[in-house]
T-cell receptor, first 112, second 113 residues
Framework: QKEVEQNSGPLSVPEGAIASLNCTYS??????FFWYRQYSGKSPELIMF????GDKEDGRFTAQLNKASQYVSLLIRDSQPSDSATYLC????????????FGIGTKLQVIP | EAQVTQNPRYLITVTGKKLTVTCSQN?????MSWYRQDPGLGLRQIYY???????DKGDVPEGYKVSRKEKRNFPLILESPSPNQTSLYFC????????????FGPGTRLTVT
C-alpha cells in the first residue's frame, strides 16, 4: 500500500506569518504531486500541483518537491484567516497517474 | 459553469437496500474517480475510470460497483449497503492530458443504518 504521510495538526500560525505544510510519500517512482484545500463541510479544491524537483510559486503559495527525499511541502506566505482549512497532499502513482493517494490532511488555523 | 455534480447530496438508508449515487461532469473530462472520506483515514480512492467502458479498482473497492457508459457520467452503486459504508463520498474528474489535476463534486453524505 502506497502511503502519503501528513501531520494532522492543527498547525496554528499568526496572521501574516508563513505557514509550512509538509508531506512525505512512500512510492519513490511517483511523478505527480498535488495540494488541495478543503474547508469544513466542503469538497477539496486544487490549489497547487508540481511535477519536477524544485519550487513552484503561484501567488502566496509555493510548492516544493524533493524526490530524493520523497518530500513535498506547501508554503503559504502572508497567511490570512481565510486560509484556515485542511490541506490535503495527494500523490499520483508511478507509471501513470490513474491512482492517486491522499494524505489525511493537515488542519491549518490562522490566528488573527 | 464547469462543474461536477452529485446526487443525492444526503442519503439515509437501511442495510441491504441497493442504492446509486450519480456523478456527472460537463467539462468533457476523460478521467473520473470516486473517493470516500472518513475521519482519521482521509480520502481513499474507490474506483476510477480513464474513459468510457474503462474502469479500475482503487484502494477500497469492496462493496461498490461502477459503470462508465457515457463520458460525462460515472455512477457509484452499492448493491447491498452496510453500516461500514457510512461515509462522505466525493466524485472527481480531470483531463487525461492535465496530469490528473482533479475537480471534485460537492459530496454525498451517506448514512447506512
Amino acid at each position: 500500500q502506497k502511503e502519503v504521510e501528513q501531520n494532522s495538526g492543527p498547525l496554528s500560525v499568526p496572521e501574516g506569518a508563513i505557514a509550512s505544510l509538509n508531506c512525505t510519500y512512500s512510492d519513490r517512482g511517483s511523478q505527480s504531486f498535488f495540494w488541495y484545500r478543503q474547508y469544513s463541510g466542503k469538497s477539496p479544491e486544487l490549489i497547487m500541483f508540481i511535477y519536477s524537483n524544485g519550487d513552484k510559486e503561484d501567488g502566496r503559495f509555493t510548492a516544493q518537491l524533493n524526490k530524493a527525499s520523497q518530500y513535498v511541502s506547501l508554503l503559504i506566505r502572508d497567511s490570512q484567516p481565510s486560509d484556515s482549512a485542511t490541506y490535503l497532499c495527494a500523490v499520483g502513482e508511478s507509471g501513470g497517474y490513474q491512482k492517486v493517494t491522499f494524505g489525511i490532511g493537515t488542519k491549518l488555523q490562522v490566528i488573527p | 459553469e464547469a462543474q461536477v455534480t452529485q446526487n443525492p447530496r444526503y442519503l439515509i438508508t437501511v442495510t441491504g437496500k441497493k442504492l446509486t449515487v450519480t456523478c456527472s461532469q460537463n467539462m468533457n473530462h476523460e478521467y473520473m474517480s470516486w473517493y470516500r472520506q472518513d475521519p482519521g483515514l482521509g480520502l481513499r480512492q474507490i474506483y476510477y475510470s480513464m474513459n468510457v467502458e474503462v474502469t479500475d479498482k482503487g484502494d477500497v473497492p469492496e462493496g461498490y460497483k461502477v459503470s462508465r457508459k457515457e463520458k460525462r457520467n460515472f455512477p457509484l452503486i452499492l448493491e447491498s449497503p452496510s453500516p461500514n459504508q457510512t461515509s462522505l463520498y466525493f466524485c472527481a474528474s480531470s483531463l487525461v492530458s492535465s496530469g490528473n489535476e482533479q475537480y471534485f463534486g460537492p459530496g454525498t453524505r451517506l448514512t447506512v443504518t
